[in-house]
């Protein structure tokens, strides 16, 4: 975390929140950076010389940080709990997921775009590839590099009609990648249902049907781990992106859950199921005849015909993030999830030309859209979310998990140097930097530079100064260009 601005003076954050409110800090901080880089812990690899990704790296700006700041562990939502990028980020955001978390599928479709009513369910999409003789699902997610097939395929999709089902609509949107929001609009819907994704390749496509108490995990079927899969594993772990490594459905850890809905409910979620169901058949049948699919076939790549849906959920009603903390928040993060919780926030979305989310995203465009935020004073809180590296290591690439790292450390100098320069043109007193960090349930700070807990350390990075300031936002780091998307 780079502060940037007044200093705070021991702030404490209240038990849901990790960023200070003006009750709670004699004064707020003026404007913040926030980096949060997806996926950055690791186990030792021997083709790394028995170091983690990160030892392997070169960071010196992450290093400088690390020297002149805070540092500690941090458990997401509580010790031990494998937790999805959705749940820790709204803990992280100030909301505690085990009070509010309905499931990642109405994050995933309001950052793709699709808008939500009160009542209509949403899920997060794979394109597939389904055996349609067995119903096993072969392949999670049919390609990775989509960008071309998956908007046009979702058009395909877009409003289908919902056979038995015509009071309901069905609205489709590209994500990214091999990803897609899919919206389910009408009345006498609840969220408390699962979806059709077995969750590892090699298993049947499932029922959907109403949640059962017992189910462990966020909801449905474990989506309390990264992209659903009940598990969060680094690149020596050699999952995909959807992390499959986890176990059967049900084998999740445990952690917050929808309950069994009463008998009143019940059938709610009965005819939820049903009409998921209908829509889950209706766009199988109209991927099994586009001739996008043909086309794949032809070519011997996997054909994309079956749209896996899980993470059943509502939009949430959360307070605004300006009326919780204080502070207007802004986020850069192309991943439609990050994005679509930051809109459920109350937060702005950034725009980041050539940010993709994936291992090509331009990282530099990210730290422009921050700098220039913050420097404007446009928001008080500017969010960076990084996925590429959580993708190298779901791929079980550690080699290009350490490159994409010292691309990362070089974005983290560029915004440092932006942040710099525009305190240097505004005449504005002070450096730029400062480490501060709020302590609540769930956060371990044990290893604390100095022996106590420090709320405030100055820093400053004289080489940050040194940087370039022409280069162009689109501009994609070396290390990302040799690395392979599929």
């Given at each position: 975390?780079?502060?940037?601005?007044?200093?705070?003076?021991?702030?404490?954050?209240?038990?849901?929140?990790?960023?200070?409110?003006?009750?709670?800090?004699?004064?707020?901080?003026?404007?913040?950076?926030?980096?949060?880089?997806?996926?950055?812990?690791?186990?030792?690899?021997?083709?790394?010389?028995?170091?983690?990704?990160?030892?392997?790296?070169?960071?010196?700006?992450?290093?400088?940080?690390?020297?002149?700041?805070?540092?500690?562990?941090?458990?997401?939502?509580?010790?031990?709990?494998?937790?999805?990028?959705?749940?820790?980020?709204?803990?992280?955001?100030?909301?505690?997921?085990?009070?509010?978390?309905?499931?990642?599928?109405?994050?995933?479709?309001l950052g793709a775009g699709l808008l939500m009513d009160p009542g209509d369910i949403a899920f997060k999409a794979n394109f597939a590839t389904l055996d349609p003789a067995s119903g096993i699902v072969l392949r999670r997610r049919a390609d990775r590099r989509f960008e071309a097939e998956g908007p046009v395929l979702c058009a395909a999709l877009d409003g289908l009609p919902i056979p038995g089902f015509p009071e309901l609509g069905l609205r489709v949107r590209y994500a990214t990648e091999h990803r897609a929001g899919v919206v389910i609009a009408g009345p006498g819907l609840t969220d408390a249902i699962t979806g059709t994704d077995p969750l590892r390749d090699g298993l049947p496509l499932l029922d959907p049907a109403p949640v059962e108490e017992e189910r462990g995990g966020y909801g449905e079927q474990g989506n309390g781990a990264a992209d659903g899969s009940g598990v969060e594993a680094g690149g020596g772990q050699g999952?995909?992106?959807?992390?499959?490594?986890?176990?059967?459905?049900?084998?999740?850890?445990?952690?917050?859950?929808?309950?069994?809905?009463?008998?009143?409910?019940?059938?709610?979620?009965?005819?939820?199921?049903?009409?998921?169901?209908?829509?889950?058949?209706?766009?199988?049948?109209?991927?099994?005849?586009?001739?996008?699919?043909?086309?794949r076939v032809s070519r011997g790549l996997p054909p994309a015909n079956v749209v896996l849906l899980r993470g059943c959920g509502a939009r949430l009603a959360l307070p605004a993030f300006p009326a919780r903390h204080g502070l207007r928040g802004g986020v850069a993060a192309p991943t439609r999830i990050i994005r679509g919780l930051a809109l459920t926030l109350g937060m702005a979305a950034l725009d980041v030309p050539g940010g993709t989310g994936d291992y090509h995203t331009a990282l530099h465009a990210k730290a422009q859209a921050v700098a220039a935020a913050l420097s404007a004073h446009r928001l008080d809180l500017g969010f960076l979310h990084v996925k590429a590296v959580d993708d190298a290591g779901h791929d079980g690439s550690a080699a290009h998990k350490a490159a994409l790292l010292g691309a990362v450390d070089a974005m983290?100098?560029?915004?440092?140097?932006?942040?710099?320069?525009?305190?240097?043109?505004?005449?504005?007193?002070?450096?730029?930097?400062?480490?501060?960090?709020c302590v609540r349930e769930g956060c371990r700070l044990d290893q604390l530079k100095g022996g106590r807990m420090p709320y405030w350390s100055s820093m400053s990075f004289p080489a940050a100064a040194s940087l370039p300031s022409d280069v162009p936002p689109v501009q994609r780091h070396p290390a990302q260009q040799s690395i392979p998307l599929w």
């Open positions: 975390i780079i502060y940037r601005g007044h200093t705070a003076s021991r702030c404490h954050s209240s038990y849901n929140s990790h960023f200070p409110t003006p009750q709670s800090c004699s004064m707020a901080p003026e404007r913040i950076a926030f980096v949060l880089i997806d996926g950055l812990g690791d186990v030792n690899e021997a083709g790394l010389g028995g170091r983690t990704p990160l030892q392997a790296a070169h960071t010196p700006f992450l290093d400088a940080i690390a020297a002149a700041g805070l540092n500690g562990l941090m458990d997401p939502v509580a010790p031990g709990l494998a937790c999805g990028s959705d749940t820790a980020h709204l803990s992280l955001l100030g909301h505690d997921p085990r009070a509010c978390y309905r499931g990642r599928g109405a994050f995933e479709s999952t995909d992106a959807e992390g499959n490594m986890g176990g059967p459905p049900g084998d999740e850890p445990a952690g917050p859950r929808k309950e069994r809905p009463p008998p009143s409910a019940r059938s709610a979620a009965c005819y939820s199921a049903a009409a998921t169901r209908a829509a889950s058949d209706a766009m199988r049948a109209a991927l099994a005849r586009h001739p996008i699919n043909a086309e983290v100098g560029q915004l440092l140097a932006r942040l710099a320069r525009a305190r240097l043109d505004s005449g504005e007193e002070g450096g730029v930097g400062g480490a501060w960090a």
